[in-house]
């Protein structure tokens, strides 16, 4: 039994079926329907042996691309210097799971590994393709905003790519990551797959970083860096 369930592919029918509160308030408030997001989503079912599944989304001047699918090619474009910052305790976020907006822990409150994994998963993937990262102070400038939790509804984590759907204009490129039943031992895992979400990738049954489950590894294998390279190209 997989004691780790990552969100975007498997869970995304939740997406197609539970609402999102913009507001936190259960009376009278808007709730969004993700189902346009479902036409990015689907062609990455977790399912297949192949190396590499693309979204069709990108960081850079072109989002999204023209092509998506297991092991799909086209013309990789840089995806230029990507910001990113952590949220601090109370800063909120909206749930796509729950449909609420939910409160992120104080990053000085817990372990620093975990920020401490994400910066270095950060360099990491820049490493082997055109896509840079910078970490700023203001949540509310960052381009990608990752939030701590705690929480029995998922375990690991949830990253989401650039969509460009208006849509999921909510919760495009940002990064949940529960630490409830992670050990500090799979945050570098969970944050190299996190990000390879965040930057267009999505699961594959075959033994790279974006298997759908903690495997143990932590460095990004042949597949992962094939698949980010058919995005942005290499470094």
């Known amino acids: 039994m997989e004691r780790y369930f990552r969100f975007l592919l498997v869970g995304s029918l939740v997406i197609l079926t539970v609402g999102c509160n913009r507001d936190g308030d259960s009376d009278g408030v808007e709730r969004l329907s993700y189902g346009a997001c479902s036409s990015m989503i689907f062609p990455c079912d977790g399912e297949g042996e192949a190396a590499y599944c693309l979204f069709g989304v990108k960081f850079g001047e072109t989002n999204p691309m ?50 401490t994994e994400m910066r270095a998963a950060f360099v990491r993937w820049s490493e082997v393709c055109d896509i840079s990262f910078e970490e700023v102070d203001d949540l509310a400038l960052a381009e990608v905003q990752i939030y701590f939790s705690r929480s029995t509804l998922i375990t690991g984590g949830i990253g989401f790519p650039a969509f460009a759907d208006e849509g999921c204009a909510d919760f495009a490129t940002r990064m949940i990551i529960d630490i409830s039943n992670s050990a500090c031992s799979d945050m570098t895992n ?15 049954g075959s033994e790279n970083i974006m298997f759908p489950s903690i495997t143990g590894r932590a460095e990004l294998q042949p597949g992962d860096i094939a698949g980010a390279q058919a995005i942005y190209g290499p470094r």
């Open 66 to 115: 023209n092509y998506e699918g297991l092991e799909a090619t086209g013309t990789p474009e840089p995806g230029g210097l990507v910001t990113y910052a952590f949220a601090q305790d109370g800063e909120r976020y909206l749930s796509a799971v729950t449909g609420l907006n939910l409160s992120s822990l104080d990053p000085d409150d817990i372990s620093a590994c975990y920020a």
């Open 190 to 204: 969970v944050a190299l797959h996190e990000i390879g979400h965040l930057i267009g990738l999505g699961h594959v």
